[in-house]
């Protein structure tokens, strides 16, 4: 198993900038399969962005251009970068792992998740 903890949320005005961590402890961190998703209030939990065991990313339409994902597998944690933010983004963000090779943006498909930060964008 592993185990996810996320850091970083906050309140930030439209057009700022955030920087979410998720630190991981548990089975090897570079094994696994990785994403962010996000859940705003009465909505499903969607995804965000992922990234695979060899680094590559995927990223939701609704954030390519404004969002990074990275990993550090030396340090045993994942990065989101959110820059651009507006008040859409506003949500609770999670982290997630999943030991299957091919990312997906599927949430049925991850094993693993932390138990969220909250990001709030102000208009």
């Known amino acids: 198993q592993v185990q996810l903890v996320e850091s970083g949320g906050g309140l930030v005005q439209a057009g700022g900038s955030l920087r979410l961590s998720c630190a991981a402890s548990?089975?090897?961190?570079?094994?696994?399969?990785l994403g962010w998703f996000r859940q705003a209030p009465g909505k499903e939990r969607e995804f965000v962005a992922g990234?695979?065991?060899?680094?590559?990313?995927d990223y939701a339409d609704s954030v390519k251009g404004r969002f990074t994902i990275s990993r550090d597998n030396a340090k045993n944690t994942m990065y989101l970068q959110m820059n651009s933010l507006k008040p859409d983004d506003t949500a609770v963000y999670y982290c997630?792992?999943?030991?299957?090779?091919?990312?997906?943006?599927?949430?049925?498909?991850?094993?693993?998740w932390g138990q969220g930060t909250q990001v709030t964008v102000s208009s």
């Open positions: 548990g089975r090897t961190f570079s094994d696994y399969l």
């Open positions: 997630a792992a999943d030991r299957r090779l091919r990312l997906t943006p599927r949430v049925d498909e991850y094993d693993y």
């Open positions: 990234i695979s065991r060899n680094g590559y990313r």
